[in-house]
């Protein structure tokens, strides 16, 4: 069973930085990448970023890249995202989500994740 916790969400204004994380609970002994979707209203799941298990290798969203650096903590389960120079267009639901590297697929690909976290709100507004 695995649990995936948002936190850290909330208001920053235009331009601003935020950090958000995710912890996720699980007894499985494979190695796993993490990542984080986001979803504005009305809009698909995208991807923004995602870290291999070693958090050696960083993956972005072309519109998050050279703002926004995933990072992994020391005890591997735990993975965060810094956002710097924050815009209205990335105010959405940020998802954790977890990939046991089993279904294959592109990182960009939401199917490819095994598990989600509930997600947590980012709003960048004036």
């Known amino acids: 069973q695995v649990q995936l916790v948002e936190s850290g969400g909330g208001l920053v204004q235009p331009g601003g930085s935020l950090t958000i994380s995710c912890a996720a609970s699980?007894?499985?002994?494979?190695?796993?990448?993490m990542g984080w979707f986001r979803q504005a209203p009305g809009k698909e799941r995208e991807f923004v970023a995602t870290?291999?298990?070693?958090?050696?290798?960083?993956y972005y969203a072309d519109s998050v890249k050279g703002r926004f650096t995933i990072s992994r903590a020391s005890a591997k389960n735990t993975i965060s995202l810094q956002m710097n120079v924050l815009k209205p267009e990335d105010t959405a639901v940020y998802y954790c989500a977890l990939d046991l590297g089993i279904r294959g697929g592109s990182f960009h690909y939401p199917g490819r994740y095994d598990y989600w976290g509930q997600g947590t709100q980012v709003t960048v507004s004036s």
């Open positions: 699980t007894s499985t002994s494979s190695d796993y990448a």
């Open positions: 870290v291999s298990w070693s958090g050696s290798n960083q």
